[in-house]
């Protein structure tokens, strides 16, 4: 006997009714991102690794997954080369093509690429899957699921605006509880500019990142580690402890940054969205959060993260501000403003709170029990005529024992079992089973019809 | 400046306009795939070179995209091996997994893997892409999808007279018009036998596979040249040139099988999707084609394969009955059937049929003119109001000049453009414009929506 199959780790398979869930929180962002005037596009799973190599980081180069070249590749290499098994410098000789890490990189080498045919802004969004050679752990795969919407071309702040009515809207249809929090990069950049730590933005940022984890205390002695002096920590204190609503946090942050032209901006740009958001009613919880970070990579104005106030898990959906995107590709000077939901997460959300419609899930509306191959044919005329009327039906294919195909229909929650026996065939009807009370009525194909609508 | 970006060859960007077309297609395909009873999975685009290799013939393994391992693979390797430079067995040790190469193989170990929890038969579709490294060429990609439907663990004929419901069913939707072509492997074995080469029907079929090419006498050659005897060919001959409508052709064939149990098989069950499917009103043509023989690798039964009849161009879809598709991996005797829509190719002949219906393109409903700030957050309010009714709007972000805002929605077709001034805001009142007549009237918010859900 052949080996027990088995997938490499990291990865899933999805049954149907994984499918069905996963479709119902897909359906719902992409009916969101219509509604907003986002438009889909897709790009390739494999990418040039020329595109995405050095865009994440070293660390995030050796998450590549890495695509062999065809053809005799070892040839063009010589014995000092081979011998040396320096992996690293030797995979690209070997692969010219990787797995794509994001929706961000593809989507700026898109921009790129057809910028004549583009009409800015250009609002698009993506849904397509994302592989990392990451180390696999709970909540964390090789394959998994990114959602994407950026508006590429202009600088204004509605933009942020919309991404945050966006959001609320994705989850107030999902009927997850959550909290969007706020910041902006202009001012985390201004804060070390005013306690004199301009060059140690990455340090403050990162340590600040951590203050969920590690509490003040945790961030301070962080600080400290990485030289910042006493009275830099000193002047920071005020602002990670800041308490209130988000205009009196506004205020102290405000208060801090007096002064400094790059903070001043941050907190204006704040005080625009918010106020703009004061005009729309929002399901959910708008955060300022002087201390939410995110990677520095490329953010450079408004920062977002979303938290599932029900489930203890990480940001669920994220994104923010960037100025230069396409820059490493040789397209300078173009702003654009983006989010990623985690579908995964939110995938993991869903399921912890089973927040599932009944509706969400795909059955076969009702299943025609074969009795032999008279009434088979009988039933599928019939069937026939139910599928035309949008009604999804299925004839069990073999004359089985009753037991086994009533058992079908019952493992596939199909709500009514159709009947047909010679009775039924001579007069014309249909003796149909509600699995969910037992009760069974005899009636006309059409009446069946009707009925299965409603 | 950076170099100007690529993709890789065989691969393709969608562009929101195609993406609209490719969701189209698929959602037909999916919602006829669900009228139908089938339910969906999906597997990972990685599976192990374990699980692909060897299933697709040695010159599909030369095909399959090999994924690099991480780490230092190197270390394992000898000097020896190395210096060898035997690609194809270096791969070896450096990959251990591939892209998937089609969607039947991995759903083959989908069942052993998941076969305790599966009910049988199990009718599952899988839409996913598949990667090939074949050279590309016009209408040949390396990247493309595929949408298949099966049933495994029923041997019943009633599953090939649903498949063939089921193709109807689709090209019916799309406004394809197309002839289903079917023939049984049995009927091809049996030919090979009584024609007294039983070790030919490799060749045999290879040649038959080819008469819409070379010809009758191209195929007559062809099986000369394999070593098939006069006589023998003699006897394929009114197989071969077979006329008349199915059952003159299948009364031709049963003739020339008599006797031969495994052509009378064949006979029979052709004979019985025929006779079955008389009872059922279909809009394609349904051709036995005595000379349809497809691949040979696991068919057994039935065979089937579509043609577009408006546009040239190879079959649209394909499958048929394999016996033992799970073999390979360790569980006998599990029987199926299958179909397969090739996705990409039916987008070229719904493109060069331009049959998409105008609703099927994705469109924002309505435009709001950014005149400034205030108006903007005026229009907010509206559009906020527009999206609960479920009607798709968004703001133009930044107070542009007109003309760039209305470029903006020409440029993506939305049919009406809202413009709310200072004389608007006070009257409570929206200017609507509609692009295709120009006509422009002013009404409330709330007749908008109307107009709008309309």
Same mark, same amino acid.
């Given at each position: ?13 999805? =049954? ?75 995979? =690209? ?27 800015? !802004? ?6 397509? !899957? ?8 709970? %909540? ?37 509880? #959550? ?18 730590? !301009? ?15 590690? %509490?003040?205390?945790?961030? *301070? ?5 990485? %030289?910042?002096?006493?009275? /830099? ?11 209130? &609503? ?9 208060? +801090? ?9 941050? *907190? ?6 918010? &106020? ?38 990480? =940001? ?20 654009? #403003? ?18 599932? !419609? ?5 059955? +076969? ?33 073999? /004359? ?6 009533? %058992? ?8 009514? #079992? ?5 009775? $039924? ?20 194909? $059409? ?8």
């Amino acid at each position: 006997m052949a080996a027990k199959p088995s997938i490499p780790k990291g990865t899933r398979d999805f =049954s149907p009714i994984e499918m069905s869930r996963r479709n119902y929180i897909f359906n719902t962002i992409r009916e969101s991102f219509h509604l907003f005037g986002f438009q889909q596009i897709e790009t390739p799973a494999m990418e040039n690794l020329s595109t995405l190599m050095g865009k994440y980081g070293e660390e995030g180069d050796k998450l590549l997954f890495k695509i062999q070249n065809s053809g005799d590749y070892f040839n063009k290499l010589t014995d000092e080369e081979l011998l040396s098994r320096n992996a690293a410098k030797l995979a =690209s000789k070997f692969c010219e093509k990787g797995l794509r890490y994001d929706l961000t990189v593809p989507f700026a080498r898109y921009v790129v690429m057809h910028r004549e045919e583009l009409v800015f !802004p250009f609002k698009r969004y993506q849904i397509q !899957p994302v592989w990392r050679a990451d180390r696999p752990q709970k %909540g964390r795969y090789r394959e998994f699921y990114q959602c994407d919407a950026d508006i590429i071309g202009n600088t204004s702040l509605i933009n942020e605006v919309e991404l945050i009515q966006l959001i609320d809207h994705v989850f107030g249809k999902l009927n997850i509880r #959550v909290a969007i929090k706020l910041n902006n990069r202009k001012v985390l950049a201004g804060i070390a500019e005013v306690i004199g730590e !301009p060059d140690k933005i990455i340090d403050i940022t990162v340590a600040i990142d951590k203050i969920d984890k590690i %509490g003040l205390d945790g961030v *301070v002695a962080e600080l400290k580690s990485k %030289g910042i002096g006493e009275a /830099s920590v000193e002047k920071l204190l005020p602002i990670l402890e800041a308490q209130g &609503d988000n205009n009196q946090k506004l205020d102290i942050i405000a208060n +801090t940054l007096k002064g400094n032209a790059t903070g001043e901006k941050g *907190v204006e740009e704040i005080r625009f969205i918010l &106020d703009t958001l004061k005009n729309i009613e929002l399901n959910s919880a708008l955060d300022l959060d002087l201390t939410l970070a995110r990677g520095l990579n490329y953010y450079t104005g408004a920062i977002l993260e979303v938290k599932a106030l029900d489930v203890a898990i990480g =940001s669920i959906t994220g994104g923010g501000r960037y100025d230069n995107l396409t820059g490493v590709f040789g397209m300078e000077g173009v702003s654009g #403003v983006g989010i990623s939901f985690g579908a995964d997460r939110i995938y993991d959300v869903m399921n912890q709170l089973d927040l599932y !419609p009944k509706e969400s899930i795909h059955n +076969t509306q009702v299943m025609f029990v074969n009795f032999g191959e008279k009434e088979a044919i009988h039933s599928l005329k019939i069937i026939s005529a139910l599928r035309k009327e949008g009604i999804s039906a299925e004839l069990f294919p073999s /004359s089985d024992k009753m037991k086994k195909q009533m %058992g079908y229909a019952n493992s596939h929650n199909i709500p009514f #079992v159709a009947i047909i026996g010679e009775q $039924e065939m001579n007069d014309g009807t249909v003796a149909v089973k509600d699995m969910a009370t037992g009760e069974q009525q005899t009636i006309t194909a $059409e009446e069946l019809a009707k009925k299965l609508k409603a």
